[in-house]
Nanobody, 120 residues
């Protein structure tokens, strides 16, 4: 059974930093591309970033480029999202997801999410 458990969310002031973690189980973590998604109130699910299983290549939503960094620790089956320079518009529930492919925004499974709130 695939499980993805996010942690690290909370309340931060605008301009602050936060690191999200996602612990995976039930599948071979190193064999999958991984993704972060987010959803704000009244908005649809939005793709944020992905990381390749093959070579660690990364790609980002334009609005977070230069501020967010995705990384992975295969030995610990853990995915990270380092978020710097946070803005109120980054407030959302953030989800870790097992990707269908690094090159698409589709996903196979996702966790329950962790709330990130950025105050102005």
């Amino acid at each position: 059974q695939v499980q993805l458990v996010e942690s690290g969310g909370g309340l931060v002031q605008s301009g602050g930093s936060m690191r999200l973690s996602c612990t995976a189980s039930g599948f071979t973590f190193s064999s999958y591309d991984m993704t972060w998604l987010r959803q704000s109130p009244g908005k649809g699910l939005e793709w944020v970033s992905s990381i390749s299983r093959k070579d660690g290549s990364t790609r980002y939503l334009d609005s977070v480029k230069g501020r967010f960094t995705i990384s992975r620790a295969n030995a610990e089956s853990t995915l990270y999202l380092q978020m710097n320079g946070l803005k109120p518009e980054d407030s959302a529930v953030y989800y870790c997801a097992r990707s269908a492919s690094y090159y698409t925004n589709n996903y196979l499974d996702r966790g329950q999410g962790t709330q990130v709130t950025v105050s102005s």
